[in-house]
């Protein structure tokens, strides 16, 4: 029996007086053949949603399936919600017709009545998306046990969430369970805090829903959210649990110093970090290593190694901080010793500068800007520093008898970059045929040989065996959007393995962090995705008897969502899936294909719109739209009454990772004379949501205009661009200019064919 479609169109905000509704409900009863068709001023109020429900309530239904034809399907959500188990398309009237074109104008029309066909199209194809039906287990396991690990273990176990809380180390406390004190966190904001730790550690340890294992690492992590078994190394043996989310946060190390000797480290005992002046502070008073006096001068370098391009090209974010809590620690030991304090610039945000400005109220405090270039090793010992570049011209040379190098923050992530290329290296030492390809080779295995045994999660993921990280080595994630996100679903990365950060930011951060996994974990039980597309129930189905392992589906997906199996047959993990579409997008045989967006859904929505003859000069520009940036940005072209071509038609996609080339071809065999792509900015400073999909995007574009070419087909017919949610002024005339760019072209000498 067919499925019976409603049509419900309103009049408001400005629609009625743009298009005719009623040539609107002629088209969706006679050519859509709609069961349904209702008319409302004002559909989104208490009269017009009651017309919808009148055809909902009967038995049998008098409609299956229901196609709103008004506002954006962005605005109004909490006005048209229906059952999940029903289709609900919406056609974009107002902010994609009426708010941007002509009102009663005869292309304005023809518009408003091609996004009502597309709109019953994919309604028509649609199914409405059954969950996955997954038992999850609702424990959250925590690696790491410094601050964040803690604070994460502590909220989600408040939460009423089991916790398993494993750290490689003896003990719990991290880096701050070995300082004297932490910074100020209370008004006046200058006066150190005690560390507090010791009460957390307790709490963490006798906790009812906290499990803690001390000297206890991953040996492997196998399944998905919700379903992640653990094989866990313990000093006892192996053991195994099945967790449902995790938590990483396994901290920080300090920037290798030896690779600093042109600040004197290594040159003599005197010269060391701030990590190793924090260490000696935490055990007694401070003294000179060398010879154990206490101390008279002291030179603090700002910045060792950091904002450094041939070191750390990053700001660690409180090498200020704790160089400011040191001058107070050797104040406390040595009241009468001159301390001097070389920076490029003192970053202390929020409250903490007040700490900074008491630390200059010292008077044997001496603060200046400029560049250590040399420590050299004086006769008597001591240590002599220059400097220059201060703010009177003038290199200084200082006398000291210690010398704190301010050295930045390294995540202890997997240095899996490193992991990869020293195993390519050793491939090349056996088989590579040129001797001195073997030898280059055999030098690089030996610098990266240390990289080694790094690996924390140790994933069974096809994509490798940790967390994807960025190019400065912290687990890769989206700032703009969503910044504990990782490409690995259900798993959190928190605290200063994220990102350079404070204990009182780490606190804060693994809150947060916790939190997400108990979304994850939640969402998993009702086989509901996580951000961005939070709470989409469809998944992808595989038809796997036409696969061909070409492993482009394993190989795209930014998120790992895919293994293999020995012959390269894609094994879907359902609760990994982010619902992007970027496997769909990549299938060459189209086996890859939602219940709600389909490969064969937007070729029947292409294959619906109104191609006018070549006479009629009328050109039609097919726009897929990434539904993340582009499509709220012409939303708000809408909002603000920007006109642009009424010769285009927008397609939204998941994002433009999705699409299938093949919807090119058909657009093109229709008639469409110029295929627009609009994404998310993608490169070094990507940011779509799904992490590489616009990228994705090009590089698949690069190969169609080639083939237009070798068609005698413009390739200027097809165009990809950049655009973030906050162009929408730009978006109208990026549009225009398209427009005409393919106006000069002439028509699609396809058309009509």
Known sequence: MPEKIGVYICAGCGIGEAVDTAKLAKLATGELKAASVQVHPYLCGPEGLALIRQDLDGEPRKVDKIVLAACSPRAKTEAFVFPSELVVERVNLREHVAWCQPPGDEDTQMMAEDYLRMGVTKAQKAKAPAPAAEAVSRKIMVVGGGIAGLTAALEAAAAGYEVLLIEKEPRLGGFLASVRKRFPGQPPYIELAADGLKARIEEALYHPKIRVLTSTRIARTDGQPGQFDVTLATAEG?????????????????????????????????????????????????????????????????????????????????????????????????????????????????????????????????????????????????????????PLGADLVIHADL????????????????????????????????????????????????????????????????????????????????????????????GAVRAPMD????????????????????????????????????????????????????????????????????????????????????????????????????????????????????PRILVFMCENDAYPALDLAGYHRRRYSTYVRVIPL???????????????????????????????????????????????????????????LESERLRLAEVAINEYDRLPALIDEFASHVAELGPNPYKGF
């Not at 970027?582 to 890859?592: D, W």
Request: hydrophobic share 35%.
């Open 238 to 390: 192996e053991l195994a649990d099945r967790v449902g989310a995790i938590v990483m946060a396994t901290g920080w190390k300090p920037y290798d110093a030896t690779r600093l000797s042109h600040l004197g480290y290594g040159l003599s005992p005197d010269v060391i970090t701030g990590v190793e002046l924090e260490r000696m502070a935490a055990q007694g008073p401070i003294r000179r290593p060398s010879d154990g006096k206490p101390v008279s001068d002291v030179v603090f370098v700002q910045c060792a190694g950091s904002r450094d391009p041939e070191h750390l090209p990053y700001c660690s974010s409180v090498c200020c901080l704790a160089t400011l809590k040191q001058t107070r620690y050797i104040r406390e030991d040595s009241p009468e010793a001159k301390i001097y304090v070389i920076y490029k610039d003192i970053r202390t945000p929020g409250q903490y500068e007040r700490f900074y400005r008491a630390a200059q109220d010292d008077a044997l405090n001496f603060f200046t800007k400029g560049e250590v270039t040399r420590v050299e090793t004086l006769s008597d010992g001591r240590l002599a520093v220059t400097v220059t570049g201060t």
């Open 503 to 618: 204990g009182a930011r780490a606190e804060e951060d693994a809150a947060g962090a916790a939190l997400k996994a108990i979304q994850a974990v939640e969402m998993a039980a009702r086989g509901e995705a996580v951000h961005p597309r939070a709470g989409d129930l469809s998944y992808p189905d595989f038809f796997l008897q036409r696969c061909t392992q070409c492993k482009r589906c394993t190989e795209e997906c930014p998120f790992g969502t895919l293994n293999e199996d020995a012959k390269g047959t894609p094994q879907f993990n359902v609760l990994r899936c982010r619902r992007c579409g970027i496997c769909m997008g990549a299938c060459p045989e189209r086996i890859i294909n939602f219940p709600n967006y389909s490969v064969d859904m937007i070729a029947a929505m292409i294959k619906s719109i109104e191609v006018p003859e070549e006479f009629e000069e009328k």
């Open 654 to 712: 998941r994002c433009l990772g999705s699409l299938n080339i093949v919807w090119i071809a058909d657009a093109l065999s229709r008639g469409i004379d110029g295929i627009l792509l609009l994404g998310c900015k993608f490169g070094e400073n990507y940011q779509c949501h799904f992490v590489s999909g616009s990228e994705l995007a090009n590089r698949r574009m690069t190969n169609v205009k080639e083939t237009l070419d070798r068609l005698r």
């Open 403 to 494: 010398v704190v190098l301010a050295t930045g923050m390294v995540p202890n992530s997997a240095d899996g970059p490193a992991i990869r290329e020293l195993k390519d290296n050793q491939l090349k030492v056996l088989h590579s045929d040129s001797a001195a390809q073997r030898a280059e080779a055999a030098r690089r295995v030996e610098e990266l040989k240390h990289h080694e045994n790094t690996e924390i999660l140790n994933l069974g993921y096809r994509q490798g065996p940790d967390l994807p990280v960025l190019k400065y080595g912290f687990p890769d994630s989206h700032f703009i959007c969503f910044p504990y996100e990782t490409r690995r679903t259900a798993i959190y990365a928190a």
